[in-house]
């Protein structure tokens, strides 16, 4: 697994960075993280996941999968925001199904971005 999390104090991020192919479990492990980081759970900082040279190994149902846990979690991430940076066709467009539905159905503000420098100023605004 070739990912690192990193926390911006100033501008009240973490940052999720994730090369190579990303199953469902890595991403699973990286909100086992985020779940266990005050920052996240009580500071309210926002996540900026950067898959740019990666892929989304994952298979149609990934996205109901996902937004099914973010519904157990609702009350941690109803209202914030996660930027997913994304240069990968097939991975954009599989982030872009789940930030609809988990926007709809648990509040949690997901969008998709090809460049870190829209990403940092949609998450910070």
Sequence with gaps: MNYSIEIDHNLKIIRYKHTGLIKDEDIAKAWQTFLSMKEFTESKYNLLSDYRGS?????????????????????IVRGKKQSLILDDPYSTAGSVMFSEKVNKKVGFKVRVFSTEKAAIEWTTS
Excluded: G, Q, Y
């Design 55 to 75: 892929k989304l190994d994952m298979d149609i149902k990934s996205p109901d999968r996902i937004v099914n846990f973010m519904m157990s979690i609702e009350p």
